[in-house]
């Protein structure tokens, strides 16, 4: 029994040491599950803060730009955006590298913890590892452009010639099929619209809208007075936006000249414009929505009977839309802002 005591009084401790081995690596798992995740949490912070400070100054170097104060590599609304994109509002714009020529921009966000250097987050359990802190930042690059290739919302295309104003323009009504000559324009026999033809562009499959691509002729021009079987879901959106005060803005296609009659008319296209939708009228066995709205007193606007068309006008807009190759900004108002980076 005497034997047995000293033996045991031989391996008092050992479980402290191991307990005190293991620690380590309890503190370098914890180090990994909070620090890490810390890390993460920044890294996601300063990521969204560099896209939308990167969007904005796009949205505003497209919409303007002139403006020195927004489109700029000083703009304060980056700041902003920088700081309301952190949880604990201490993010910082380290850079902006903006190209108005190339119609670029790269935004570089940084952590900004009180009392440490710049990119700097301090660590707590890492800290038992020998790792006091770890840089964090984050950047985004967006370009900014006119399309030149994309599918259109809605598969209508206008000639130029029923363009009136267009950018900042007064509410007219654009009817797809119109008798009313117009002895200043080339295009069609009445001025307006190919002959036979209604201005409907060809769709693609399974959408309403078309593929456009303003480099080549825009072939195939899909006939009657019917408006398009398929796109009941789009103009029950747009009904459902313009009754809750919504603005709907599309892209839709200006042609500049046309040839050929009926389903095999080919336009030449000029650009994509932005059209405030404010009603339409268009008919069809399908039943399609229609919404007719006029709340000026011009006449002109008026679309009752057999008439068909679209209400609206032609406006400055910036859109977030994908899927658009993109040129130089046109001046017929539709410009896209996408993340490249």
């Not at 920044?42 to 730009?65: F, I, R």
């Not at 952190?86 to 190339?102: P, Q, Y």
């Not at 006939?223 to 599309?250: E, F, I, Q, R």
Request: with cysteine; net charge neutral.
């Amino acid at each position: 029994m005497r034997g047995l005591a000293v033996r045991a009084d031989k391996e008092r401790g050992g479980i402290a040491v191991i307990v005190a081995l293991l620690m380590v690596v309890l503190l370098g798992f914890a180090a990994i599950a909070i620090d890490v995740g810390k890390l993460y949490s920044e890294q996601a912070q300063l990521q969204n803060g560099a896209d939308s400070a990167a969007l904005m100054v796009a949205q505003k170097c497209a919409k303007n730009a002139g403006d020195a104060t927004n489109c700029s590599s000083s703009s304060p609304l980056a700041a902003d955006l920088a700081n309301a994109n952190a949880l604990d509002a201490k993010s910082g714009v380290e850079s902006i590298t903006l190209d108005t020529i190339g119609r670029t921009v790269k935004v570089i966000t940084r952590a900004n913890e009180t009392g440490s250097a710049p990119n700097i987050i301090s660590l707590f359990f890492a800290r038992a590892l020998g790792i006091t802190s770890a840089e964090v930042a984050a950047s985004s690059s967006v370009r900014w452009g006119s399309p030149t290739e994309g599918t259109t919302p809605f598969p209508l295309t206008f000639s130029i010639c029923q363009v009136s104003g267009m950018v900042g323009g007064a509410m007219q009504l654009l009817q797809n099929h119109s008798a009313n000559a117009n002895t200043d324009c080339p295009l069609g026999p009445a001025g307006k619209t190919v002959e036979g033809g209604f201005g409907w562009i060809v769709q693609s499959s399974g959408q309403c809208g078309g593929i456009v691509n303003l480099a080549v002729n825009q072939s195939g021009s899909a006939t009657g007075n019917d408006g398009p079987s398929n796109c009941d879901a789009v103009l029950n959106k747009w009904a459902s936006d313009l009754a809750a005060g919504n603005t709907v803005t599309v892209l839709l296609p200006v042609y500049q000249d046309v040839s050929g009659t009926g389903s095999g008319a080919s336009y030449k296209l000029l650009a994509f414009a932005a059209f405030s939708v404010q009603g339409w009228a268009f008919s069809g066995a399908d039943k399609l929505p229609m919404v007719y709205r006029n709340t000026s007193s011009d006449k002109n606007l008026d679309c009752k009977g057999n008439c068909r068309g679209i209400i609206g006008k032609f406006v400055n807009y910036v859109s977030l839309s994908d899927g658009y190759k993109l040129g130089p900004v046109s001046p017929y108002g539709a410009t896209v802002v996408e993340l490249t980076s």
